[in-house]
């Protein structure tokens, strides 16, 4: 593997304070992941040989949210660092980990979600080619308001970097800023973070520091400066977060573009990191897809539709307005408008649900049909089955929850009720506007509403 000799360091203990939040930073998502998982994923996709993300600030809440539940395979180790004293001290907390390790450190911030593999591939090459003891990546940006600024001297040398607190006006109308990327010859970095002092604005150890000690020491600092700002800015508020919210969308939207999705509204797709699409798929406006969706070739998802956790099969049409959640849908099958799907629902190949239908924890047949106005739950419905308007699932008698059985080619007439524990055998019909409290065997029909009543003559005898 190629990045064998180099090791990561994550940095992620910080509290987030610009956030205003109680959720730790790193939790807070970027297209539906923690921003934690997106440098944690690129560094494994590097190859490299170490993986440490350094945790401190609600440690074990961002140990379990952070990367396992979107990628248990990724492999990375946490550490502590209690209490947190700055970014430069947060790197010294690895030092154990990284015993005897005599390669090179690449250190991220785990609030950069935007940065390519590319970006640090070009870092790490640098710094083999120059044979530096630290190499970072700055970048030039309008507003360097927050960012630590890069100072150079008459010849354009890296000297120093100043945070923002400490710097002077003419200091802080320099706007090419510290990205908070590195890498580290790791004997220089560890003995180097040892001198480290806190004098300075915020009585913390600054990582950066080490560029001014390198350079005093006359160890070679090489500097990557990027000419895309928005790969590698940090977020320290929410702004910033929305900002690389819609930068990561555009990033997912135009890949899908490209592998032969189409999006109506580029800018109003907002489709999670992970969610997968196939070709010849049409997404309206404003579609929400999320979590671990799977959706198939040759469907069209229409304006307002929120997919959650789902599966759907090609050839698939998602009306207007509906909402699917953790359920499996299969081929040629037509959902919407207005209905919802509620989690554990599987409707099966050439199946209908129309609007105003409610399912939950359902299996309808193929080619079964719930066209209008229905509550289906806890229901095994078999094939070809025709549900008709308003027809109820009685499912809860208040304390438990009762399946319904519907088997192949039943008739349900509109308004029936079905009492649950019950069930319909095959080929049999229910009458309109029936309370099915009894089973109803295969093959008969079941009626349970009242005769009709009529009284010829009684409004003109009313009068
Ligand atoms: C840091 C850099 C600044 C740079 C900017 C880029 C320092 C002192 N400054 O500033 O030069 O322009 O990033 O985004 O490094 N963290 C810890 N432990 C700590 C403190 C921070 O793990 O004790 C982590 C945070 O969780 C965060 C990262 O380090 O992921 C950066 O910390 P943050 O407070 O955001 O630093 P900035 O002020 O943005
Ligand atoms: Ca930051």
Redesign the pocket.
Known sequence: MKNKGVAAII????L?KRMKSDIP??LHPVAGRPMLFYPVEVVNNLGVKKTMV?V??KADEVINKGIMPYAPTLHSAFVK?EP???????VLCAEDALKDWKGNVLIL????PLITKETIQGLLNLHAKKKAAISFISTIVADPS???RVLRDDNNSVMR?V?HKDANIEEKAVNE????IYCVDARFLFSGLKKIKKENAQG?Y???DLIEMAVVQGNKVTCLTHINPAEV??I?NRIELAEANRVMRRRINSELMLSGVTLLDADTAYIHSGVKIAGDTTIYPNVFLEGDTNIGSGCVIEEGCKIINSTIGSGSVIKSHSVIESSRIGKNVSIGPFARLRPDSLIEDGAKVGNFVEVKKSKLGKGTKANHLSYIGDAIIGKDVNIGAGTITCNYDGIKKHQTVIEDGAFIGSDTQLVAPVKVGKNAYIGSGSTITKNVPAGSLALSRAEQRVVEGWVKRKE
């Open positions: 940095l992620a203990a910080g987030g930073k790193a350094i401190g600030h660092q947190q004293l700055g970014t430069g001290h947060a911030s785990g609030d950069v927050g960012y630590g970097i945070e800023i510290n990205t908070g913390e600054y990582l950066p800015m940090g320290n």
